[in-house]
């Protein structure tokens, strides 16, 4: 059973890794350029054009300047999102107040898994588990994990809470919604009984990270962070499965579509790209594309004019 | 309805699934009343799909029996199967995979939509409604998700779902405000295009004005206005031969200059129904002594491409046309004239469409215009433009391209009284005519574009001029793209607010020409009663 354990934990992880590679190949394999499809401000104008949403297409003859991208702006870009919902706080302050901590909290355990596995990582390397530095990383582990499963579950209520109450939300919200919701709450719980029965949850999550690294399957000592894990097993796989897999996705949806500006003349590879893409075959029925319905990629179907009538 | 509108409804509902109540529908400040819906006749009733609201787009034929109930699901399902495989979509597929699966459907996009706010809240507006039925056939029927019902929400596929999937993806004007709003990157817009695309490139079912009347008459006369080469040649020199005499300076069009540094893009559309643009560009591009030419090639003389509309092979292949006439004149770069879909059909979609050989650079005219303003190649008097202005950003241009800056630097020089509408620039709210509306006139069409689409417009261009309105101040609303322009125009007419409040509407280049110190006085006409110069 200990080892049944071990290795579901093995398995999360690596499913999460797999998932998440699959999400990404699939978005990778899904077109080999798609068009040009930015939305304005885009972070990497610079500042004083993302100001106010302009773009390197206001400047004359832009095609013959070299191309600037401010790639400070776009990682602060990116980051004001991920780090303060800018958006929702922005367009939908009623769900920001739930949503954010509910983030928060999430934040703050991956950090936390983070920094613990860090840590366990230095005590393989010769890190005294008992000396200072450790009892340091204790107390703000300690410390994070109760602040931000506090988060999950309030915000988890408060965001299960307005799906059921506000008129439109209700309208689309489907059982996943709250049972992906419902989860989250209930590993927030299992994470603060832990927290409260277990003299340092620090020592539980080092101890368990540590068998894992170095294959010791040894039993757990407390109930409640068995629990607590074997659901945290169960979202790592099963976030990239669902709309939470905006987790990974969030990066290509900014950075490659609603900033992707590159213009082609810039682009040698887009180039080369663009050829091969206008090889493919095209399949659509409707007669103005389809023609008289003889095989034709979309070389064919740009340069036919389906008003002319065919010479015999 | 509104209040108890579900999802599902979609496919169960007999007739008339919505019924848009014009109480329900905000007041503004001007006097912008409602038009009455038409009912639709006993025959349309019978034959025709009419059956998601008041309005009719694509007129799908009613289903006779079974066998064509089912053939239309079958054929709308073919069509989702294509629209989710690289080699028929690669264009838009990752935007639409994504879309797809990464909503979590927080509703923060409701708030952005010009029409649920102006429909009064009506759930069918919300830009996520269309998407989710979407969505739910995809994940149901196609990819056939385990657990799909549960997971995604169940959703029946019958011919009335496809039927009012179809015409809901024409109750979006694919402004994109809902994806500038949206915390993941979702894309409503996009959504209701794709759908739009299902239609057209599989069933081929699209609107008339966008299809038969638009892109196929574009590739047969040369214009989705009808004009052969040799007509337009013709109006053009009337219009120069006009214009020379109402401004008192000489206007000479140039047609097919080999070599010329640039080739004018103009919308077809403003040689018939704005011919004061047409003169304006010629007028300014002479004066600054630009090295310029029209085309006189089919197709190349009007720059719209409905085809970004509804139909990815028909922008294809009209924007391989635009360049290469530019390519056969040898121009250093296209112009892009007072169209906000031409500049971004051209520039922004066909980037990544037409091999780049085939390319000529294109420029907005914004650009070029603030250059020859700010570069004082033009005597200009702004004083001659002193009433109030206010500014209309074109979503294509502005939110989807970025240019902002150009066309207020050249207002800030040449009207003084130049005052911002709220929410402008990127933030800004489609005219109302966006996306192929404001070419349409039928089934109620017209209706809808003065009671919800066309409003928040009006809504703006209120507040930018609420310290005068009424009839006593001439205003100047500087709309420069083509389809804005009609959908204004329209607006202003109907409600009779060229007398009522003295407005008057048209493009960026009627206003340089208009503080033109060569130029005859008066280039910009009021019908108001307002007070004189």
């Given at each position: ?217 040894a039993p757990q000592t407390s109930t409640l962070f068995s629990l607590h894990l074997l659901l945290g097993f169960f979202l790592l796989i099963w976030i990239p499965m669902t709309n939470m897999g905006h987790l990974i996705m969030k990066y290509f949806m900014y950075h490659d579509i609603r900033w992707g500006d590159e213009p082609t003349n810039y682009s040698e590879k887009n180039k080369q790209k663009i050829l091969e893409a206008l090889k493919f075959n095209v399949t659509w029925s409707a007669k103005h594309i389809s023609g008289d319905g003889t095989p034709r990629t ?15 | ?126 830009p996520n409604f269309r998407s989710e039925i979407f969505r739910r056939i995809y994940k149901q029927y196609v990819k056939k998700e385990p657990l799909a019902k549960w997971r995604y929400g169940d959703m029946n596929l019958n011919w009335k779902t496809v039927a009012r999937l179809g015409e809901l993806a024409y109750r979006c004007n694919l402004c994109r405000r809902c994806a500038q709003t949206c915390p993941i990157g979702v894309d409503n817009g996009l959504m209701a295009r794709e759908i739009r695309k299902v239609f057209s490139q599989e069933l081929g079912i699209y ?55 640039i080739m004018l893009l103009h919308n077809a559309g403003e040689i018939m129904a704005w011919p004061e643009n047409i003169a304006s560009f010629s007028l300014i591009f002479q004066e600054a002594g630009l090295s310029w030419t029209l085309s006189s090639k089919a197709l190349a003389y009007d720059g719209v491409n409905y085809g970004v509309f509804y139909d990815d092979a028909q922008t294809a292949r009209i924007a391989l046309q635009h360049m290469m006439a530019a390519k056969e004149l040898g121009v250093k770069k296209i112009v892009i004239g007072e169209c906000g879909h ?192």
């Open positions: 059973m200990t080892i049944l354990f071990y290795i579901l934990g093995y398995l999360a992880v690596a499913g999460f890794f797999c998932m998440a590679y699959l999400k990404i190949r699939s978005y990778m394999a899904a077109s080999p350029l798609h068009v040009r499809w930015e939305l304005y401000p885009v972070p990497h104008e610079g500042a004083q054009k993302a100001a106010y949403g302009g773009s390197f297409m206001e400047e004359k003859d832009w095609w013959t300047k070299p191309r600037h991208i401010s790639h400070w702006g776009d990682i602060k870009g990116i980051l004001t999102e991920v780090l303060f919902l800018h958006a929702t706080f922005e367009h939908n302050l009623k769900l920001w107040v739930r949503t954010y901590p509910f983030h928060v909290g999430m934040y703050m355990l991956m950090g936390g898994t983070i920094i613990v596995l860090c840590a366990v990582i230095a005590q393989i390397f010769g890190l005294n588990p008992q000396g200072g530095v450790m009892i340091f990383v204790g107390n703000v582990i300690n410390a994070v994990v109760l602040v931000g499963a506090l988060c999950i579950v309030i915000g988890g209520i408060g965001l299960i809470e307005r799906r059921r109450n506000d008129e439109g939300l209700r309208r689309y919200s489907t059982p996943e919604h709250y049972f992906n919701l419902g989860v989250f709450v209930v590993f927030g719980v299992l994470g603060l009984a832990a927290w409260a029965v277990a003299p340092s949850y620090f020592e539980l999550a080092r101890t368990f990270i540590y068998n894992l690294l170095t294959f010791n399957f979309w070389v064919d179907v740009a340069t036919t004019n389906p008003t002319e009538k065919k010479e015999d | 309805m509104k209040d108890n509108l579900r999802l599902t409804d979609v496919s169960t509902v007999d007739g008339q699934m919505v019924s848009i109540d014009l109480k329900e529908i905000p007041e503004l400040a001007v006097d912008m009343h409602t038009m009455p819906w038409k009912p639709f006749t006993e025959e349309q009733k019978e034959n025709t799909a009419c059956i998601l609201d008041e309005v009719c787009v694509l007129n799908i034929p009613k289903p006779k029996n079974r066998e064509e109930e089912e053939e239309l699901v079958n054929k709308f399902l073919d069509g989702v199967r294509k629209l989710f495989s690289k080699e028929n979509n690669w264009t838009f597929l990752p935007m639409l995979e994504t879309s797809m699966d990464n909503c979590v459907q927080c509703n923060s996009c409701s708030d952005a939509c010009h029409l649920y706010e102006m429909s009064g809240e009506n759930e069918m507006y919300r609107p008339r004005e966008l299809h038969e009347r638009g892109t196929m008459n574009h590739m047969k006369a040369g214009s989705s206005t009808g004009m052969t080469p040799e007509v337009v040649k013709e109006n053009v020199e009337f219009i120069d031969e006009d214009y020379t005499e109402i401004t008192g300076v000489g206007i000479h069009t140039p047609f097919d200059v080999q070599g010329a540094d031409a500049h971004k059909a051209l520039t922004v979609i066909a980037d990544r469409v037409i091999p780049f050989e085939y390319q000529v650079p294109r420029e907005s005219c914004y650009v070029t215009l603030r250059d020859i303003v700010m570069s004082g190649r033009l005597k200009l008097d702004p004083s001659r433009n002193d009433f109030p202005v206010t500014l209309h950003d074109p979503c294509n241009v502005v939110r989807l391209m970025g240019i902002v800056e150009p066309q207020r630097e050249i207002l800030r020089k040449i009207a003084p009284q130049f005052r911002e509408m709220p929410c402008h620039g990127v933030d800004n709210y489609c005219c109302g005519g966006g996306s192929g509306f404001a070419i349409m006139t039928r089934n109620n069409i017209e209706q809808w574009r003065g009671n919800i689409s066309g409003r928040k417009k009006m809504w703006q261009i209120s507040e930018a001029f609420k310290d005068c309105l009424g009839p006593e101040t001439r205003k100047y609303i500087c709309a420069p793209c083509s389809n804005c322009k009609g959908q204004i125009r329209e607006i202003l007419e109907h409600n009779d607010l060229y007398t009522k409040n003295n407005f008057a509407y048209g493009g960026l280049v009627e206003l340089i020409v208009n503080a033109m110190t060569n130029v005859n006085p008066g280039f910009i006409e009021f019908e108001g009663a307002g007070e004189e110069e």
